[in-house]
């Protein structure tokens, strides 16, 4: 695992500690925000972020603090009733940079701790500038919610406000709005910390203090757009999703990120069945809070117009139904003679895909398409297919992956091989051009795009993109985490594994996957690795199996 | 001429002038209750005379609606005659002709004119008129009780059984009323009793027939079931009362008949009591021109009636139905027999000129 | 509390006086002036404050009041109003403000107006004013574009300039 991934291991000493005469657990070390946290005591904060440093520069989590008193001899100080006597701090503390001690009690409740944050509030509001109908951030902005739960319900401020650049591009996807910065520094310290890409700092004093980019630099490395996710005001926004859509209108989908092996635990904002954006779900056997922005935005394709909506028998539109009574004899014709059929999974596939990929394949000669390039040593694997590891568990991938292809590419030339079927892969591009495909007797794409492959295709059958099945998928430590249905095109296309399913049935394999639990209970009992999961206990944060 | 012609021509003449009457009253009513209302009331269509090219028409009398009869008749017939499926279908259609065919019939009795060409403007001169024009009128609460009943629903049924109830009990009075008149004139028929108005002076004038005339008025009120007495069709409390399961023609065939039975009502009001056809002055025989002008005599005291009809249905609020009962029972009873008694006193102190 | 009934005159057990009495008030009104309004000839003035069609407003400067912010459509209980927002050009001239509806829908058919979108609107850009007959002959009609909503809107004079400071 890379170091900047790393979770400190959390102390086994913990220490006692009473927040608003509540008794809480802490382990030693940790500080009044996360204490609160354990107990439901919540202390509002900007700059603090349990993933970043503390800096303590936002002042919002000011809470009283105080301890176990103790006399001129060192001992404690006992009540009359003989529990120990508390001295409260004169003055308030900061959350976010207190750690816990024996004995603590803090209140976050007291009418001095109201009136900081009351304050707090106001000094945040002085310059920040009514821009709420247009900003992006609105609906899920912490300065709108804190303002309405610890702020004033009015102004008093009642000279000219500063007046900061506006629309500053800092790099190719973030853009920087200056007057709406409150100087939190949490992108700041991403950037340093997490990211190791000291971009960002703060210039000018006072009142006029900006975040900026370092001279000849930008802000344009491929985790940029975590800071946009850690702006908790409307400073930094997504220069893709600005002014796409309010928050509020867009449904959450739990998902996973499925651009590499990683496997970063998201969530698919969509609104009618349009995904607007992808944002990182907190994993911290994964990917913590983080993702890459290449993976972020690779959701365009969901939404293409280019989509396949039908099924395409010779290149003719068809319904799926249709097309498959007319598919069903022929390929079981075509099966009968299992040596001259073969079969290219994909590494992009769910597991329950490729299971079901790997019953139909038994006995043929079967491969997938290998996507091999730079890792980045932090959440960018070298291994883009989001389920090689389940692909080589079912034994839908050759040893290496991709050493088939060049063999089933020989063996349609030699015409050994009269029949191929492909899932999502455009095997033109892999060695199989167009001219060894028109050989074919029978070629059958799984696809939701239409590629040059689909094009000599003499079946086509519509299949999804991640966003619209349910499955699971293995990334490259052998984590099996789930995918939810966000959107519907609401065509004829199907979720890839019922494609499967019917091809099995029409093919005279007994029908016993009804549903996604069924099929993912039947692969549990089949297959090793998956002995005893079931979908339930997978849920959203996913489960570790043995790849081996 | 042959005299059956002679029939049918009058006939025809009187239904066709009786349902005229009916369908513009209907549009006077409307009018009439929207001016109490300081509102307008009907005010768009007129009598169409020729329809442009871009679909707009000449017409006449649009101001005052006077069209709108006519169009009412068409969305009437027009409209989609439902019957509902859990009435008696026989009485259910027998329940508006019921209402009608009496209305219609009770107009063979009475007296509208004088003469016209020596031909005499009544269309059966039958010598106990008042007893059939009563018989025919009261046939018309077997319609209204038909209806309620067929209907097979519980408003109507409610609707029917009161109007029964109401108009076998202002019969009484109605027919006790007129006793009085019938003690001064000797005669049943109603063109002795026209005849002898123009020879004396008309019933009302006379005191003592003050007190008939006003229980007269009050009954045939209840008895063609207008306000204050409309209680078989009170819509507030029985959603229309016996014609709520009626639609299209039919449910019009109750409305006009209502409208009918006012008009008889003010026709028979003005052959007893206010001198039929004779007008002070107006020559009582003459020609061609004296005939037609005793029936224009006529129409018009009986639009003006009915015009009083309309003001006080707009103006008296509904009674209660135990107030209704014990007017008719507790009050007009006693009173008509007190009537009678008083005029036969004034015909034995020899005040009544007969 | 009891109220105690009086007992009626035998001149008002009569009921003929009061019976007259009322016929000649509602004779009398027969002559008064009327009430009604002959609609299509003759038009209502509506009140300041009339609650009619939702429109969009322009200032005085010709610039299109609305951001965008979406919380008229959040705020729609029948969720008649859709917007796509976009980002003013480069060197357009309000670039400042940044963000504007690229298209602006309301669907007259689905509004009940309500005036939540007027009450939220934080920008003053969206009116219930005075249109009350809104008329179409299909569902399309009946979907008011931007431009429509702009002309029904016309100009509000702005007194603040909030983003002249920009």
Known sequence: ?548 | ?354 | MKIERKPLTLWERLYLPAIISGMMLTFSHLFRKKVTLRYPEEKPEMPPGYRGQPVLVKDDEGRVKCVACQLCEFVCPPRAIRIKPMAYPENAKYKKVEKTPEEFEIDMIRCIFCGYCEEVCPERAIFLRGPYSVTGLSRKDMVFNKEKLLELGGTLPDPIKKWRKK
């Not at chain 1, 349990?50 to 800096?55: D, E, P």
């Not at chain 1, 199989?432 to 000599?456: M, N, W």
């Not at chain 2, 031909?119 to 025919?136: C, E, K, S, T």
């Not at chain 2, 006693?334 to 008083?342: D, Q, W």
Request: aromatic letters at 10%; one cysteine or more.
């Open chain 2, 1 to 354: 001429m042959d005299p059956i012609l002679i029939h049918l021509i009058k006939i025809v003449g009187v239904v066709g002038v009786l349902l005229f009457i009916c369908a513009y009253i209907v549009l006077a009513e409307r009018r009439i209750c929207a001016f109490i209302q300081d509102r307008l009331g009907p005010n768009r269509v007129g009598i169409p005379l020729w329809i442009r090219k871009d679909g707009s028409a000449i017409q006449i009398g649009a101001r005052w609606a006077l069209g709108q009869p006519i169009i009412d008749a068409l969305k009437a017939i027009f409209k989609e005659d439902f019957v509902p499926g859990h009435v008696n279908k026989f009485y259910f259609w027998l329940g508006p002709m019921l209402v009608m065919a009496p209305a219609l019939m009770v107009w063979a009795a009475i007296p509208f004119g004088s003469t016209l060409c020596g031909v005499p403007m009544i269309i059966a001169d039958v010598n106990v008129g008042i007893l059939l024009v009563f018989a025919l009128a009261s046939l018309g609460v077997y319609g209204i009780v038909l209806g309620g009943w067929a209907s097979n629903s519980k408003y109507p049924f409610l609707g029917g059984i009161r109007g029964s109830a109401q108009l076998i009990s202002y019969e009484l009075c109605l027919g006790l009323s007129v006793i009085p008149l019938f003690m001064q004139v000797g005669s049943l028929r109603l063109t002795e009793v026209v005849r002898w108005q123009t020879e004396h002076l008309w019933l009302v004038c006379y005191p003592w027939n003050w007190l008939p005339a006003i229980i007269y008025v009050a009954s045939s009120f209840a008895e063609t079931n207008r306000a204050p007495f409309d209680l078989p069709e009170a819509e507030q409390e029985l959603a229309g009362g016996y014609n709520t399961e009626y639609s299209s023609m039919k449910f019009a065939m109750f409305f006009l008949a209502e409208y009918a039975n006012m008009i008889t009502a003010s026709a028979l009001m003005v052959v007893l009591f206010l001198g039929g056809w004779h007008l002070p002055f107006v020559p009582v025989s003459g020609g061609i021109a004296v005939g037609v002008a005793h029936i224009c005599i006529f129409l018009a005291k009986v639009c003006a009636l009915a015009l009083v009809f309309i003001w006080v249905r707009w103006t008296v609020p509904r009674v209660r139905y135990d107030q209704l009962m014990g007017l008719g029972w507790k009050v007009f009873l006693p009173l008509a027999l007190a009537g009678v008694l008083i005029t036969g006193l004034a015909i034995v102190a020899g005040w009544s000129p007969s």
């Open chain 1, 1 to 548: 695992m890379p170091d900047n991934l790393t979770t400190p291991t959390p102390a086994a000493e913990m220490v006692n500690a009473t927040i608003n005469g509540i008794k809480v657990q802490a382990p030693k070390g940790a500080n009044i925000i996360e204490a609160g946290e354990r107990v439901g005591v919540f202390v509002p904060h900007y700059c603090y972020h349990k993933k970043l440093a503390i800096s303590g520069i936002c002042r919002m989590c000011l809470v009283e603090v105080g301890g176990p008193m103790r006399g001129p001899d060192d001992k404690p100080v006992l009540n009359p009733d003989g529990t120990p006597k508390i001295a409260m701090a004169p003055r308030l503390s900061i959350g976010c940079n207190t750690p816990v001690t024996e004995g603590m009690v803090i209140v976050t409740n007291s009418p001095a701790v109201k009136q900081a944050q009351n304050a707090v509030m106001e000094f945040f509001l002085i310059n920040h500038p009514l821009d709420c109908p247009i900003c992006d951030q609105a609906g899920e902005c912490k300065l709108q919610e804190y303002s309405v739960e610890f702020g004033k319900d009015a102004s008093r401020f009642r000279e000219e406000k500063v007046h900061k650049p506006k629309q500053v591009d800092l790099g190719p996807r973030v853009m920087l709005d200056d007057e709406r910065c409150i100087l939190c520094s949490r992108c700041i310290r991403f950037m340093r910390d997490v990211a190791k890409d000291d971009c960002l700092g703060f210039v000018n004093r006072g009142s006029h203090t900006t975040l900026a980019c370092w001279p000849g630099k930008k802000l344009a490395g491929n985790y940029s757009l975590n800071t946009v996710d850690l702006c908790p005001v409307g400073a930094l926004t997504d220069k893709d999703f600005r002014f796409k859509m309010r928050v509020w209108f867009l449904k959450e989908t739990k998902s996973i990120c499925t651009s590499c092996a990683t496997g970063c635990n998201t969530v698919i904002w969509s609104r009618e069945n349009v995904v607007y954006r992808q944002t990182p779900r907190e994993n911290d056997a994964v990917n913590q809070c983080w993702m890459c922005d290449a993976g972020r935005h690779n959701y365009k394709h969901i939404n293409a117009a280019s989509r396949l909506k039908k099924a395409l028998v010779s290149g003719k539109e068809m319904g799926y139904a249709d097309a498959l009574k007319q598919l069903g004899p022929k390929l079981k014709a075509a099966l009968a003679d299992r040596a001259s059929v073969a079969f290219v999974g994909s590494g992009r596939a769910t597991n329950e895909e490729l299971y079901l990929f790997s019953i139909l394949a038994k006995g043929g000669v079967s491969d997938c398409v290998p996507r091999t390039w730079d890792g980045d040593n932090f959440l960018v694997n070298a291994d883009r297919n989001p389920n090689g590891a389940g692909a080589k568990i079912f034994g839908v991938a050759a040893q290496p992956m991709g050493s088939k292809l060049t063999v089933i590419a020989d063996g349609i030339k030699a015409g050994r091989i009269k029949t191929l079927i492909v899932h999502q892969e455009d095997v033109n591009r892999r060695g199989i051009g167009a001219d060894l495909l028109a050989k074919l007797s029978l070629l059958v794409v799984v696809d939701f795009r239409p590629t040059e492959t689909t094009k000599a295709a003499h079946f086509v059958l519509p299949g999804v993109t991640y966003a619209e099945k349910r499955g699971t998928f293995t990334n490259a430590n052998g984590r099996v985490q789930r995918v939810w249905p966000a959107v519907s095109l609401g065509g004829e296309e199907r979720s890839d594994w019922e494609i499967f399913r019917d091809l099995l049935r029409e093919t005279g394999q007994p029908d016993r996957f009804g549903d996604i639990a069924a099929l993912f209970a039947d692969m549990a009992a089949n297959v090793k690795p998956f002995a005893g999961l079931s979908l339930e206990k997978i849920g959203g944060g996913g489960v570790q199996i043995s790849v081996t």
